[in-house]
């Protein structure tokens, strides 16, 4: 997969906003068939300009984009939108303390503000009652940042947030961000996480200024002990869907081939972000997230990065740290370790294994996450009954490619749960693994099932093979909750619907 | 012109409307809006309405015209009348309801006039963009487009059945709850009572709100629009009551209400003073442990109009609690504010709580602070407490600052799970002593 990621180039900081990622990448939305058909749409173009008659709900590239820069310590949020827009905080506010205590961050009230945009700003323009919102979240809080997210009304009148952030620059201490997310411009709702990242690069990196020391001789040993210490150093990106025991699994694993692995940028400080260019390699755990980030990095600090594949499964983190061994060459440590981790590994799964062979699975969400998920539970002797991508993007051409399954089925699209429950009913899978905000669904039609991440499970490196492997065996042990709920709840869905072939619901369109 | 907010405890009109929609059994709504704004809106009420859930066809489940930037350009009403035609062959349902979101409404797409082209299949159609407002925008172009579309005109009025209007599904987290037992408590006049979104009542049910012979609205802020058009439409008067919340609120509600009905003073004593005596009989568990160790409590409260009164006023009048401060975070105009501020005249507590109107939750906490004396380190200070909040999940922080108790009850509560509990009533008001006083004996 490498290939395609260094095929991208990234000089996108110019302008105030980013590229969408259909202007940018090209991504494929509405698709049913098989994952042999998929690829060969995706290297024609076919497959991106592909569109659905009856739509649902599914994100908003704002979510993602507010979900990676309020995560950061000491900041305040501004909404520049009417009210609705994140008005999902009042639920997920509370989130931050649980995530903060389980990194061992202090607590911290999160703050937001809405600019509240009403009939009378849509004729007028909303800058002023921005510029007061920008005011008070200074003289009330004195974050370290003021991040402002651009709603769809702004985008659509044209307020022009980033010269009022250049006007009040000098007058208040907080850097103020803005972020454009508007909802209407994209339907590849990770277009957000380039969003955001394009605010952070702008911004929010600035690297410190470098200490002279008065001691003779000292600038030259700390510059040359600086100087190994960023020769080993990874950073690795996380995601708002991964957990804490996530980052200490991946960090253990780099730390044991003598590497030294910092985790960012969720949650971290604007101190952290500013040193961010002291690394010899940036790696991802998830295409999808933040290319647009690393790629910028590389222009800006020369640091190398690598966007491989998820560390999910055995076959996965194998891959995903050799790839990381081979940029330090040290292959000869990673091989050792690989084999001591893998073969007391699969001892711990054998259990498992025979509980789960033969069932049938079905794995919908992420494009990178459902693919390496539904790899290992088929490592562990599960049969694949299909997969359901929010979007298809060229990252994973590589990874659908090394599932050397052609035949397996692929659904694409962000939520549209009819078709996935149409899909499922004919399916009839033992297990499902998905998405927040689908399980729900799947529960309704009676189907066993679980999330394909959580901020509190561990999900990555080999640990997290045993965690995912440990969680299907225990969903299985009693499946009563869903035979209930399915036999005394009803689904939206009319009968002759699941009667029909979900592909009918796929067109042709002009555009993206 | 409205402000800027910190932290609302609100969404916009769409989310308004889509939480209401929620709240009608089997009624589906189909939005017109860019892809992520139905799912996201109607996720703020399944989290933070204490876990309600999408219910029917709510969250991921919502058609929606997922429109985009072509469309923005070149205007989206095709699209539209293609997303309701495969709605209608798809999803099951005895109601659909078009509405919109911002990015359609600014381009000028008429949406309800698609909808018009639909009306013989059970489509009606409302202009619900965020910038109209908050929730409680959306609620009443809702409710307008029922009484307008949906419910049947009638001559003959029933003079025993009344409509509840100003309960907003989800941003009355305990909605069902409290509509039941305020259905319970009329009931035993003999009163049928319409509610739209409690248990067991449908679309069809709906369409016979016409014979009603009488509105009670329970809200300032929410419902009143859609009070003054069933009496436009439908010639039905509307009297205004404040939620009933413990003995003194219920009691004063009931009198109320059996008055503009010509119910006998007498009867409704008689089944008042039957209620009352459930009611502490059961209290009654509680008086040893509040005496021993003294539970009274200084109440700070933070609430939406439709709470903060009620609340404000059972833990005075009823259980004896001392109102320190009520803030309200939904009324903006001055009149409204004195109007709802005379209110609390009529508590019978020798202190009389502080009554403020702050939109932005953060405020709250040096409001508390100022108007309690400052501690000089002197020898002797009465310090403020032992405390108690009671508001919305957001006021847990100022709890904590405060070193008070807290219970969430305003919208929103993210911090418990509601299934059919009430806190409305003389029934409720028991949950609701169970609840405050439990949070004082958890650790034990």
């Not at chain 1, 998820?310 to 050792?336: C, D, M, S, V």
């Not at chain 1, 599932?403 to 009913?425: F, R, W």
């Not at chain 2, 359609?104 to 159609?125: L, Q, T, Y």
């Not at chain 2, 508590?347 to 939109?359: A, G, H, Q």
Request: net charge negative.
């Amino acid at each position: 997969m490498g290939s395609y990621a260094d095929s991208l180039t990234y000089h996108y900081l110019g302008a105030d906003a980013p590229p969408t990622r259909e202007e940018r990448i090209g991504a494929c939305h509405a698709f049913c068939g098989s994952c042999g058909e998929l690829a060969g749409g995706i290297k024609s173009g076919c497959a991106q300009l592909q569109n659905r008659k009856f739509a649902q709900s599914g994100g908003c590239q704002l979510t993602l984009a507010v979900g990676i820069v309020s995560s950061f310590t000491n900041v305040v949020m501004i909404i520049h939108s009417p009210l609705g827009c994140c008005s999902n905080f009042v639920g997920t506010g509370g989130l931050r303390k649980t995530m903060r205590a389980s990194k061992g961050k202090p607590n911290e009230e999160f703050v937001w503000l809405h600019t509240n945009l009403d009939e009378l700003d849509v004729v007028q323009g909303g800058i002023d009652k921005l510029r007061k919102a920008i005011l008070y979240a200074e003289k009330e809080y004195h974050p370290e940042a003021i991040v402002i997210a651009n709603g769809c009304v702004p985008g659509i009148i044209g307020d022009d947030v980033d010269s009022l952030a250049g006007e009040l620059k000098d007058q208040i201490t907080a850097k103020i961000v803005p972020v454009h997310c508007e909802g209407f411009k994209s339907k590849y709702v990770a277009s957000g996480y380039d969003s955001a990242y394009h605010g952070v690069l702008r911004y929010l990196i600035e690297p410190p200024q470098k200490e002279w020391s008065t001691v003779p001789g000292g600038n030259e040993e700390k510059e040359a002990k600086d100087k190994y210490r960023i020769s080993r150093t990874v950073n690795i990106f996380n995601v708002g869907s991964n957990s804490n025991g996530d980052e200490i699994e991946l960090s253990r694993l780099l730390s044991a081939i003598g590497l030294i692995p910092k985790v960012l940028p969720l949650h971290a400080s604007l101190d952290d972000l500013a040193h961010i260019g002291e690394a010899a390699l940036n790696v991802s755990i998830c295409a999808t997230h933040d290319d647009y980030l690393l790629g910028h990095l590389k222009e800006r600090f020369g640091t190398d990065y690598l966007i491989d594949t998820l560390p999910i499964g055995i076959r996965n983190t194998n891959q995903w740290l050799r790839k990381i061994a081979a940029y330090f060459h040290l292959e000869e440590e990673t091989e050792k370790l690989i084999a001591f981790e893998v073969s007391e590994l699969n001892k711990a799964l054998e259990p498992f294994k025979q509980v789960l062979a033969g069932k049938k699975v079905f794995v919908g969400g992420g494009e990178t996450r459902i693919l390496t998920t539904a790899e290992f539970f088929y490592s562990l002797g599960m049969e694949l009954t299909g997969v359901k991508a929010h979007n298809v993007d060229r990252f994973v051409e590589d990874i659908l490619e090394d599932m050397n399954a052609p035949k397996l089925l692929i659904e694409v699209g962000a939520g549209q749960p009819a078709e996935e429950l149409n899909l499922l009913k004919k399916l009839k899978p033992d297990l499902y693994i998905g998405h927040m905000n689908a399980n729900g669904w799947v529960s309704k039609l009676g189907i066993p099932n679980f999330p394909l991440f959580g901020q509190s499970l561990n999900y990555m490196g080999y640990s997290g093979a045993f965690e995912l492997a440990r969680k299907a065996v225990k969903i299985l042990k009693n499946t009563n909750f869903v035979k209930n709920v399915s036999a005394n709840t009803s689904l939206p869905l009319k009968e002759d619907w699941y009667d029909r072939d979900p592909k009918e619901n796929i067109k042709e369109a002009v555009n993206y | 012109m409205a402000e800027f907010i910190e932290r609302a405890k609100f969404t916009c009109a769409l989310g308004g409307a889509l939480t209401t929609i929620a709240g009608i059994n089997r009624a589906v709504p189909i939005v017109h809006a860019a892809g992520g704004c139905a799912a996201a809106l109607s996720g703020t009420y399944n989290l933070a309405a204490g876990y309600r859930g999408t219910g029917y066809c709510g969250g991921t489940m919502i058609p929606t015209t997922n429109i985009s930037e072509n469309n923005i350009v070149f205007g989206g009403e095709e699209r539209l009348e293609e997303q309701i035609e495969n709605s209608l062959e798809i999803l099951d349902a005895d109601l659909y309801i078009v509405i919109t979101g911002c990015q359609v409404e600014i381009i000028g797409d008429d949406a309800v006039g698609v909808a018009r082209r639909f009306k013989d299949r059970n489509v009606i159609g409302a202009s619900t963009p965020g910038f109209l407002g908050n929730t409680f925008k959306g609620y009443d172009a809702i409710l307008k487009a029922l009484v307008k579309d949906v419910i049947t005109p009638s001559k003959v009025k029933d003079a025993r059945t009344v409509n509840i209007l100003g309960t907003v599904p989800g941003h009355d987290v305990f909605y069902r709850g409290n509509l039941d037992e305020i259905k319970r408590l009329l009931g035993t006049f003999g009163v049928k009572v319409n509610t739209f979104f409690g248990t067991g009542e449908s679309v069809a049910d709906i369409r016979g709100y016409g014979e009603a012979g009488l509105t009670i609205l329970l809200s300032d802020q929410a419902g009143a629009e859609t009070a003054k058009l069933l009496t436009e439409f439908h010639d039905i008067p509307s009297i205004k009551a404040d939620l009933p919340i413990g003995p003194s609120g219920t009691k004063a509600f009931l009198f109320q209400v059996g008055e503009a009905l010509g119910i006998d003073k007498e009867y409704i004593e008689a089944i008042i003073e039957k209620e009352e005596r459930h009611y502490y009989s059961y209290l009654e568990r509680i008086i040893d442990i509040y005496s021993d160790i003294d539970f009274q409590r200084y109440a700070v409260v933070a609430a939406d109009s439709y709470y903060a009164y009620s609340l404000t006023r059972f833990l005075a009048d009823d259980l004896g609690w001392i109102p320190f401060i009520t803030s309200i975070n939904d009324i903006t105009e001055e009149e409204e504010q004195e109007n709802y501020r005379r209110k609390f005249d009529s508590i019978t507590s020798e202190t009389r709580p502080k009554v403020l109107f702050k939109e932005n939750a953060g405020e709250l906490l040096k409001e508390v602070r100022n108007s309690w004396p400052y501690n000089h380190n002197q020898k002797y200070y009465d310090a403020f407490g032992p405390a108690f909040v009671v508001g919305s999940s957001i006021e847990r922080g100022l709890a904590e600052k405060l070193g008070a108790n807290f219970l969430s009850v305003a919208f929103p509560v993210s911090n418990r799970v509601v299934l059919n509990k009430s806190y409305a009533g003389f029934r409720g008001a028991l949950t609701l002593v169970e609840d405050l006083i439990s949070e004082l004996v958890s650790a034990r």
